[in-house]
């Protein structure tokens, strides 16, 4: 996908390449998240699915100011190029290095995997989880990704180096977000804290940082987004804890109907934030109009209170599944 990405001379060329690269991607988090309950105890997956995150995380890391330094040596196809060749190098480290946990085939149909697969969707704690990680989780990406440079330079009024700084610092604090929650969610477990109680508390304080961003408050912006980056990795544990709440067999349905929502979800939302904004007209500089910026980022934060809403008053599920 990175090489066709590289090589394209037309929009189809694009698209292909970018579709190879989100099927690549997508194929080994699950298989990470599946491997990760294989191998190690319940009580480790918040933190080694932190670790899993925090390493994707560097690579959002260095889309920042270290892409804008190889910019300064290469094009964005030699950028591509060196990606592809860095992913082989990783996958050959993979086949080479990490011992397989081999375990008895089970032979089960594809119907019986579709059947287990809507049992996981229709189940009450998924039910009740899913629409707080998507609604979280789908916002936290689309704006990290696509929306907070264009804020921090149509409503902070930064240029474009400043800009790649504060997108640096973002990513650093999602990085160490990742990090440190789920390192937070393992070891107060053994405090009776569980899990679903980390990231209740992360995720509010993740949309209170967000309400700050809603209202434009000009004060300690830096800090404003890097705590986005840091809290908005709260929602990620939701995949150690519904991991936990089912058999470790469905483990990879679990997490693939979570991440199949979250995806279709980001797509939706990236597209829908851009919408809104243009609905109210640029400004004379050009610039988005920060009422746009307002509308958008406060229409999915309601979602997201709607959606805690929802988790606070089902009651058919609940998380006591506390680390052995």
Known sequence: GSVLFAMAESFMGLFVGRALIGLGVAACLMASFKAYVMWFPKDRLPFVNGCQMAAGGLGA?????????????TDWRGIFFGLAALTVVSALFVL???????????????????????????????????????????TFI?????????????????????????????AAGMVAGFLTLGTAAANLGRFGIK??????????????????????????????????????????????????????????RVNAGLNLLLFSAIFFVQWGIGAVIDLWPATQEGRYAPAGYQASFGMMLGLQCAALGWFCLYRRARFDIAPS
């Open 142 to 170: 689309s704006v990290q990704s696509l929306w907070s440079g264009p804020w921090l330079y149509d409503i902070a009024g930064l240029g474009r180096g400043a800009v790649a700084e504060y997108l640096f610092a973002i």
């Open 61 to 73: 890391l260095g889309a920042t100011v270290p892409i804008e330094m190889l910019l300064s040596i």
């Open 195 to 252: 899990p679903i109680a980390v990231m209740l508390s992360g995720v509010i304080v993740f949309m209170a940082v967000q309400g700050l961003i809603v209202l434009q408050w000009r004060e300690a912006i830096l800090i404003q987004w890097i705590a986005f980056g840091f809290f908005g990795t709260t929602s990620i544990l939701s995949y150690a804890i519904l991991s936990q709440a089912f058999p470790s067999d469905l483990a990879g």
């Open 96 to 138: 080479l290095a990490v011992p397989e946990k081999r375990k008895n085939a089970t032979g089960e149909t594809l119907r019986r995997q579709c059947e287990d697969f809507l049992r996981v969707l229709k189940s009450p704690p998924f039910l009740r989880l899913a629409p707080l990680t998507v609604t979280v989780q789908s």
